[in-house]
C-alpha cells in the first residue's frame, strides 16, 4: 500500500480508509479495486460496476475533505491529450501479448482526489455493453496519475491484450475511454467516450517480382498476398476484397502508386498478381491503406534488374 488513501470492494460494498486524514494532507486519494474482468473473468458488467464504485469513492472523499481544503477553484476540472499507444489505435496479432497505453492530461485543480481511464466497446454503457476493461494500475490499486505542475497532472494507464485469451475477431473496430477524474475544482468529468479508438488485427502484406534477372521487353509478375490476424484461429489469414495500391520507382526514386486493385477470394484470398513489361531497373511493391479493423502495411520492395 502506498502513502495514498486505498478504497476496497467488498461483495460490492465500499470500505473508506483514511480519506480525511489523507485529503487534509493535500495528497491524491488513490484506488484499491479487485482484480478486473480480464484477470478474474468476472464480465464486463462486474468490471463497470468496480470503476463507477471507484469514482463514488473519490467524490465522497472530495466531500469529506476539510472545508480548508475545498475552496475550489472555479473552474471546471479539464481533461485533455488523450490518447492510445501515442494516437488513436492498437494492433495485436496472433501470439504475442501487447500493451496498449492510454494517456490523458488534467487540469483546473490542485488537488487530486483519483483518476482512472477504462476501455469498452458497445453502444452504449447500459443496455449495449460487450467489453468493459479497467487498466493494469486499476487493478493493482496505484495511482495512474503523477504531478506535473501546480494545477495539472499527467496520467497513464496500461492494458494488456492476450490474442489468444482475451480477444476474438468480433472485437475487431471501435473501441472507447471511459474516464472519470475527481479533482478539488468545481465540476469534475466523468465521460463515456474520452475518446473513441481501435483495436486492430494486426496486417502483413508479402510481395515479389519476378523473374530477375529479366530480359528487356519480357513480362514482369508481381505477386502479393494480404494477410491479417485471425483472433478466433490464432493464424494469419488471407483478407480479402481489399484494395491495394501496386507502387513502383525507380532505383534511387520514391515510390509512387501506378495502379490500384482488390484481393481475391477463395483459394486466392488475399492474393494481388499483376504485370509489366520490363524497360528499365525498377522496383516494386504492394501498400494497403488500412481499415477500421486492420492497420495499414506496404510490402518490402522488390527490385528488378532488366538486362
Same mark, same amino acid.
Given at each position: 500500500?502506498?502513502?495514498?488513501?486505498?478504497?476496497?470492494?467488498?461483495?460490492?460494498?465500499?470500505?473508506?480508509?483514511?480519506?480525511?486524514?489523507?485529503?487534509a494532507s493535500g495528497?491524491?486519494?488513490?484506488?484499491?479495486?479487485?482484480?478486473?474482468?480480464?484477470?478474474?473473468?468476472?464480465?464486463?458488467?462486474?468490471a463497470q460496476k468496480q470503476s463507477d464504485a471507484a469514482a463514488a469513492d473519490a467524490s465522497a472523499a472530495k466531500t469529506a475533505a476539510p472545508k480548508t481544503l475545498t475552496a475550489r477553484s472555479a473552474g471546471p476540472t479539464v481533461v485533455s491529450g488523450v490518447t492510445?499507444?501515442?494516437?488513436?489505435?492498437?494492433?495485436?496479432? +496472433?501470439?504475442?501479448?501487447?500493451?496498449? %497505453?492510454?494517456?490523458?492530461?488534467?487540469?483546473?485543480?490542485?488537488? *487530486?482526489? @483519483? &483518476?482512472? /481511464?477504462?476501455i469498452w466497446r458497445g453502444t452504449d454503457r447500459g443496455s449495449g455493453l460487450e467489453r468493459f476493461i479497467n487498466s493494469e494500475q486499476f487493478d493493482a490499486g496505484t495511482d495512474p496519475c503523477v504531478?506535473?505542475?501546480?494545477?495539472?497532472?499527467?496520467?497513464?494507464?496500461?492494458?494488456?491484450?492476450?490474442?489468444?485469451?482475451?480477444?476474438?475477431?468480433?472485437?475487431?473496430?471501435?473501441?472507447?475511454?471511459?474516464?472519470w477524474a475527481v479533482t478539488?475544482?468545481?465540476?469534475d468529468v466523468d465521460t463515456d467516450n474520452a475518446r473513441t479508438w481501435y483495436l486492430k488485427r494486426w496486417s502483413r502484406l508479402s510481395n515479389n517480382a519476378a523473374p530477375e534477372p529479366v530480359a528487356k521487353g519480357r513480362t514482369i509478375t508481381?505477386?502479393?498476398?494480404?494477410?491479417?490476424a485471425n483472433w478466433? +484461429?490464432?493464424?494469419?489469414?488471407?483478407? %480479402?476484397?481489399?484494395?491495394?495500391?501496386?507502387?513502383?520507382?525507380? *532505383?534511387? @526514386? &520514391?515510390? /509512387?502508386?501506378t495502379s490500384s486493385h482488390r484481393t481475391g477470394t477463395g483459394s486466392q484470398a488475399g492474393v494481388e498478381k499483376k504485370t509489366r513489361t520490363a524497360t528499365t531497373d525498377r522496383c516494386y511493391r504492394y501498400k494497403f491503406e488500412g481499415t477500421s479493423t486492420t492497420p495499414p502495411v506496404s510490402g518490402t520492395g522488390d527490385c528488378v534488374d532488366v538486362r
Open positions: 500500500m502506498s502513502q495514498h488513501s486505498r478504497k476496497r470492494l467488498t461483495s460490492g460494498r465500499k470500505t473508506l480508509l483514511g480519506v480525511s486524514a489523507l485529503a495528497l491524491a486519494v488513490g484506488l484499491l479495486v479487485t482484480p478486473s474482468a480480464v484477470a478474474e473473468g468476472t464480465g464486463a458488467a462486474e492510445v499507444n501515442g494516437s488513436d489505435s492498437a494492433a495485436v496479432g +496472433t501470439k504475442n501479448t501487447q500493451t496498449i %497505453t492510454v494517456k490523458w492530461n488534467l487540469s483546473g485543480g490542485t488537488t *487530486l482526489y @483519483g &483518476s482512472h /481511464a477504462s504531478r506535473s505542475g501546480d494545477a495539472t497532472f499527467s496520467c497513464t494507464a496500461t492494458f494488456k491484450m492476450d490474442p489468444r485469451s482475451d480477444l476474438k475477431n468480433e472485437d475487431a473496430g471501435a473501441w472507447k475511454i471511459r474516464l478539488d475544482s468545481v465540476t508481381i505477386t502479393g498476398k494480404l494477410e491479417r478466433d +484461429t490464432y493464424k494469419y489469414a488471407g483478407y %480479402t476484397r481489399q484494395i491495394v495500391r501496386l507502387q513502383e520507382r525507380s *532505383l534511387t @526514386g &520514391s515510390y /509512387a502508386t
